[in-house]
């Protein structure tokens, strides 16, 4: 009963969210979207940061790198394919004269914690800071259940797990051997509280990494039973996508938690987003796959939603602000939020959780046998 009250809740805001998505579209053709003002000021922040970004060569993360190439960052796109990387990060260099970054392609495949554990090390090893890290890759709701080769539920793995263990051996590997970050650490803790010098324009501290997690309103509909967190029993596609998503954003809450528990002068920050409901291959992939539910409406539903989707969703151009905004935002305005339509936003209770969140965690260190409070 719970669970069909949860969804019908998700599925009625997502309708609300369809039926605005079409007043914005039928805006955008009246007047062409504009990035509102301070979110082009901020991003001026970009300069000079590493930013990698989870499945960039596609969708969302693809329009991201892409802004964020403009305003001179450095790119890392983080893809499982190398050839479909590869031609992203050239369309990208192409798209734009003026990037004054580069846009560099690395392997990791999500479904797999060796691949993750290897993409980690190897940036660890060149002692690059990142500054920001976009866990954006994703799957959603295939009407079969699969697992992966570690053998979790796959959309757990890609969407929530292999995140967070991409998060946890880049920040800790960085805190424990980037003499660049000691060496601003120990700056900033020597320093007279308050002084300015260590502020860029936007407020942030110099250093101060940003972790930015994709979760999606579907979370409202998610649930997490930990005795059957892989969805052995009752799998639905949708379900364990918003259980992965619920788990997202969980995580961004707790990474934060436990960032300003750490160390709170260097102010690294967590940041959930849902990005809206998007025209990409994931979003037109769902509607016109239809499985609602396990009810198979394909052959009713698919054409319908076809002709439907460029009015339904929303132009990558919106989604990108979102990310912008927690990317680059006053860190006081985003920090430990779950931003949504361009400000943050009040996710559902279970999300707001702190304690289901800390068990969470608990398990995640034990799922990918890490020990339990170290480093973070
Ligand atoms: N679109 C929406 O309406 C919407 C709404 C809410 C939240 N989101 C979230 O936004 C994020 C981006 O979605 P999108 O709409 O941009 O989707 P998309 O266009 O389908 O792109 C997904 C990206 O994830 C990559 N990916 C999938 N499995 C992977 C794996 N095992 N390892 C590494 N990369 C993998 C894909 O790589 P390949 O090209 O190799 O497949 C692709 O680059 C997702 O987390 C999604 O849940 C989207």
Redesign the pocket.
Known sequence: MDSLRRRGYAYAIGAFEFADNIRLNILDVLKPYETPPDISRNAKGLQGKLCII??????????FAEAAFRHGAHIIL????RS?GAAAAKAIEQSIATGEGNVEVRE?????LA?VQRFAHAINAERRHVDILV??????APSQRSETSDGFENQF???YL?HWLLAYELFRGQDQGSEMQQRSRAGMRSAPEGKKEQLDAQGNFAGARRLIF?????HRAGHLDFSNLQLERGYTGFQG?AN??LA?LLAAKEWNRRFRACDSTRQDISVA???????????R??LTGADVSGIQLQPVVAPLARMLAPWL?IS?KR?VDQLMLAATGPPLQVAGQYIAHGKPRRPSSEAEDAFLAKKLWSITCQLTSLQEGHGH
Do not use: F
């Not at 994709?214 to 579907?218: A, F, P, R, V």
């Not at 987003?273 to 994931?282: A, I, K, R, S, Y």
């Open positions: 989870t499945g960039g060569n596609a969708g969302i993360g693809k329009a983080a893809c499982r394919s479909r990791l495949d999500l479904a797999s691949s866990c954006n890759a994703g799957i959603m793995q890609v969407n292999g994709l979760s999606s309103m579907t996508y992965s998503k997202t987003v849902h990005p809206g409901l998007v025209d990409t291959e994931l979003a992939g769902w969703l990558t989604a």
